[in-house]
């Protein structure tokens, strides 16, 4: 059960984000916020929301927010929730996602129509980032 629990939230063994607590469960709020820093820990962005799957409650995408200052000229960007990894020495989560990865990914998650039910839009954001989707094949 705690295996399932850190896949779905991304939290590496037994400490929540941000807290260094025992506790393998995390507040969705808490998460909202987080920094996230590439391979060379240098901070890349910042998590602004979560997309949970209905169904399986598990985490799908983190909504990531990079450049800007203060708010203003910020981009938004869905990453797969498998590509972020929680690292308590950072205090954030960690990805091998670079800035120019970032700046070249799919945009679906700004199109303001956008629903969240495109299977295809969903399979090429998950092979751009080189991950299975999150509710398999």
């Known amino acids: 059960m705690a295996d399932m629990i850190a896949s779905s939230t ?14 393998p469960l995390i507040e969705s709020d808490r998460v909202e916020g987080t920094s996230v ?3 060379d820990n240098r901070h890349i962005g910042t998590i602004k929301r979560l997309m949970i799957d209905k169904r399986s409650g598990q985490v799908a995408y ?11 000229g910020e981009e938004s960007y869905t990453i797969p929730w498998a590509k972020l990894t929680y690292e308590v020495d950072l205090g954030g989560y960690r990805t091998d ?6 700046q070249g990914a799919p945009t679906f998650y700004r199109d303001g129509d956008y629903r969240w ?21």
Do not use: C, K
């Open 10 to 23: 991304g939290v590496s063994g037994t400490a929540g984000a941000g807290t260094g607590s025992p506790n």
């Open 37 to 39: 820093y590439g391979a």
């Open 62 to 72: 983190a909504v990531m927010t990079f450049g800007g200052f203060l708010g203003i």
């Open 97 to 102: 996602i670079s800035s120019d990865q970032l």
């Open 117 to 137: 039910s495109n299977r295809d839009q969903e399979r090429e954001l998950h092979s751009y980032y080189g991950v299975s989707p999150y509710w398999g094949l």
